[in-house]
């Protein structure tokens, strides 16, 4: 399939790996943090020399071109020493995060034929020690943590003393096999050659031409989905480093320690910074307050003066007198030397992604999915359009399906085509056919349209979507993303199929509310806040009032269901990515959803 694209070199993983550690061999690459709270930097070099000795003891108990080896491990040196040791065989790696229900790991290694499987610790090995006498094809557990009998280091121990060359796989060849979360029943496992990891690569250096051996990420999103795996790769492949977050909770800290020039991250991380820097903005008020807000109209004014190709010296003077006092403290927030960030998974706010811009760290929109690897647009420093998701990368096409959508709509079902595009489902050829054109583009699954351009802007999905009682169209995902901006809303999910208006279920943000509780000298417990009516009331009025100036009334929920339960992993209500599983929920809390309604 790959004949047509004309694939750039390299157009496999151990080429691209090896390239890197012999041109960037002294320079630090993966960064992790200490007991002491510094961080730690392993050189080019040195994960190099441990992969080629854990590929000889791959290959030294009988892994080869075609097996699968599966890691349970968040992202790590290990982690990153184990994909490149697997690929460099010929074998495929099946990622599988720490956080995962434990019959999630059985179905994964189970469906993919797993031969070895690496494990982060011993909690997991735990509850994972059996899974050989259920599983066939699973020969051997070994563990990451520890140095004795059975761990990864004996492995690369055994395989120094037989070393084993590394295998170029072709392009075709099948390098990982990611499993998506999926909103209902059991993950698919995607099929992700060498030749769409490399491809995609390579058309994410057209977009950021400038990104170096100087530039440094600190890693946010999991390896173990396409978008965070597709990180390593491109800083892998320019000789730049990576610092791993200690945990969700220590982001900042670890921005300052990190300093990072460039980051990949989901628009969550920034919707919750900017509502952090207005809530303290608005609470501090005053001179603070209006210096703020003077700073802000001065970047838009900025703004609005570069689009038409001119300046104001008094508005850039202005602007950079308060950009000093107010706005270099949000950056220091990042490190300091952030020029940019990448964001996915979700679409990001128009408004909050100009106010990032205006103080000096564009967002860069991009879409994509893991089936294809997973970029399909792409904005950047020389072509972005805030509201869009950016121009098709190089190499790929973009088709706009109206057919599948209501006759006299602008939009259509985004197919995608391309070298990025997945061999298909391991083991599923009846979901593969439902979602492959018989041309071999994929089918996304979202609405969007073209503008004169190229850019692509999303518009719905096309499985959320829904009709009221009324016939019109109701497109979930993109009110639930407008109501989780409210500081008082962790999650939000919209139900309303056929009936006559929406009802929003609303996971208030625990967090804030404890934070207005003690303000106003209320009780702190959770469920007694959120039975609350005089909360729920202010909460909703927020919600509709900020709803009211983008959507039509019959959009706007009617009615609101308040939870004291999140939504999580754990209690099967959200996926990996952060997805919600809407017929799970919804099933859960059907009987209060019909009370609402009869009421």
């Not at 990368?393 to 088709?399: E, S």
Request: net charge neutral; with cysteine; charged share 25%.
């Amino acid at each position: 399939m790959f004949e047509k694209y004309q694939l750039e070199k390299p157009d496999n993983l151990p080429e691209l790996f090896e390239n890197s550690v012999k041109k960037f061999s002294d320079r630090p690459y993966l960064g992790t943090k200490n007991k002491q709270g510094e961080y730690e930097w392993i050189s080019y070099r040195e994960v190099g020399r441990r992969v080629d000795n854990l590929r000889g003891g791959l290959a030294g108990i009988g892994v080869k071109r075609g097996d699968a080896v599966g890691i349970i491990c968040n992202n790590s040196v290990d982690w990153a020493v184990g994909h490149f040791a697997t690929v460099g065989l010929g074998a495929f790696y099946v990622p599988m995060y720490e956080a995962e229900l434990t019959h999630v790991w059985e179905y994964i290694i189970k469906d993919s034929g797993t031969k070895v499987l690496f494990v982060s610790k011993p909690e997991i090995y735990e509850k994972i020690k059996d899974f050989p006498s259920r599983i066939p094809t699973l020969e051997k557990i070994y563990l990451i943590q520890g140095e004795g009998k059975n761990t990864m280091s004996e492995l690369e121990r055994n395989g120094e003393n037989k070393p084993v060359k590394a295998i170029y796989p072709k392009p075709e060849e099948v390098a990982v096999l990611i499993y998506t979360s999926g909103t209902t029943g059991n993950p698919k496992g995607v099929l992700l050659m060498h030749g769409n990891w490399t491809s995609n690569h390579h058309a994410r250096m057209k977009v950021f031409t400038d990104l170096t051996t100087d530039d440094r990420t600190l890693s946010l999103l999991p390896w173990a989905h396409a978008f965070g795996l597709g990180e390593l790769h491109t800083f892998t492949a320019v000789g730049a480093s990576m610092g791993f977050m200690e945990n969700v909770t220590t982001v900042v800290s670890d921005m300052a320690a990190v300093r990072p020039t460039f980051l990949l991250a989901v628009p969550r991380v920034f919707n919750k910074v900017y509502d952090t820097i207005i809530t303290k903005v608005n609470e501090a008020g005053g001179i603070k307050k209006k210096l703020f807000d003077a700073g802000v109209e001065a970047g838009k004014e900025k703004r609005r003066l570069a689009d038409k190709g001119t300046s104001s010296f008094m508005v850039d003077l202005k602007f950079n007198i308060i950009d000093k006092i107010v706005f270099q403290k949000i950056r220091d927030l990042f490190g300091g030397r952030l020029k940019g960030s990448l964001t996915g998974s979700a679409a990001m706010n128009p408004d909050i992604s100009r106010f990032f811009h205006d103080i000096g760290i564009p967002l860069y929109d991009a879409y994509g999915l893991s089936e294809t690897t997973p970029g399909i647009t792409m904005n950047g420093p020389t072509k972005f359009r805030i509201g869009s998701v950016g121009p098709a990368l190089d190499k790929i096409g973009v088709v706009i399906d109206k057919s599948v959508v209501e006759p006299g709509a602008t939009d259509g079902e985004i197919i995608c085509y391309g070298p990025n595009v997945m061999k298909g489902y391991h083991n599923k050829p009846e979901a593969t056919k439902e979602i492959m054109t018989p041309d071999g583009g994929i089918r996304t699954g979202d609405r969007g349209r073209l503008d004169a351009d190229g850019f692509l802007w999303i518009t719905g999905r096309l499985k959320e979507q829904y009709k009221l009682e009324n016939g019109k169209y109701v497109f979930p995902a993109a009110l639930e993303e407008d109501i989780c901006l409210n500081h008082y809303v962790q999650s939000a999910l919209i139900f309303g199929a056929g009936r006559e208006y929406n009802i929003c279920m609303i996971v208030p943000d625990f967090v804030a509310l404890e934070s207005y509780a003690e303000k106003n000298k209320l009780p702190k417990d959770i469920k007694t806040l959120v039975a609350r009516d005089d909360i729920r009331k202010m909460i909703t009025t927020e919600i509709v009032d900020a709803l009211k100036k983008k959507y039509g009334g019959y959009e706007i929920p009617k009615k609101f269901l308040f939870l004291a339960e999140p939504f999580t992993l754990e209690n099967g209500m959200m996926t990996q990515t952060m997805k919600l599983k809407r017929r799970v929920i919804t099933e859960k809390y059907t009987d209060q959803l019909e009370a609402l309604y009869k009421n």
